[in-house]
């Protein structure tokens, strides 16, 4: 079912047709975005994120609050592209023998996931990740400068006449 015709605001279409299910091969024949693709970018722009640079490697500080550090996934793709992902849940089965109802939820749960292009200084093989407090670090070496090529000299011979 296309949503847009009866005018209503994007966000609140976006919320619908999300919870609508749409089977993924009606989803090809329009001209939109895949689910996954639309859930990825979601997931990326609820996980903020700061990258600092030193002097001798980057560090990415994402935050991640109610989150077993096992379930935090650090990757390297395509030889540069690192990716942080993971996901929260709620404690469904927990919640519901206890009776447990929510009056406010306001925590984000689901999916996370950001990606960043790493430079070309980056030491691929040497990237450690720490989760501490509910705070992830991943710091990726740099590789030191190439060293300066000293100029090759060439001896002038003299020729005879």
């Known amino acids: 079912m296309d949503l847009r015709n009866f005018r209503?605001?994007?966000?609140?279409?976006?919320?619908?047709?999300?919870?609508?299910?749409?089977?993924?091969?009606?989803?090809?024949s329009r001209n939109n975005p895949s689910r996954a693709y639309v859930r990825d970018a979601k997931a990326m722009a609820a996980t903020p994120a700061d990258v600092i640079e030193f002097p001798t490697a980057y560090t990415f500080i994402v935050n991640m609050p109610g989150i077993n550090p096992s379930e935090i996934k650090v990757q390297v793709e395509n030889e540069n592209v690192l990716v942080v992902s993971g996901e929260r849940k709620r404690e469904?089965?927990?919640?519901?023998?206890?009776?447990?109802?929510?009056?406010?939820?306001?925590?984000?749960?689901?999916?996370?996931?950001?990606?960043?292009?790493?430079?070309?200084?980056?030491?691929?093989?040497?990237?450690?990740?720490?989760?501490?407090?509910?705070?992830?670090?991943?710091?990726?070496?740099?590789?030191?400068?190439?060293?300066?090529?000293?100029?090759?000299?060439?001896?002038?011979?003299?020729?005879?006449?």
């Open 92 to 161: 469904k089965e927990k919640d519901e023998k206890e009776g447990v109802k929510y009056v406010r939820m306001e925590r984000r749960v689901g999916k996370f996931m950001r990606k960043f292009a790493l430079p070309d200084n980056a030491n691929m093989e040497k990237i450690s990740a720490v989760c501490q407090d509910g705070v992830l670090r991943v710091t990726v070496e740099k590789l030191p400068p190439p060293e300066p090529k000293k100029p090759k000299t060439i001896k002038v011979k003299v020729a005879c006449g």
């Open 8 to 28: 209503l605001d994007v966000p609140l279409l976006t919320i619908l047709e999300d919870m609508l299910d749409t089977p993924e091969e009606h989803e090809k």
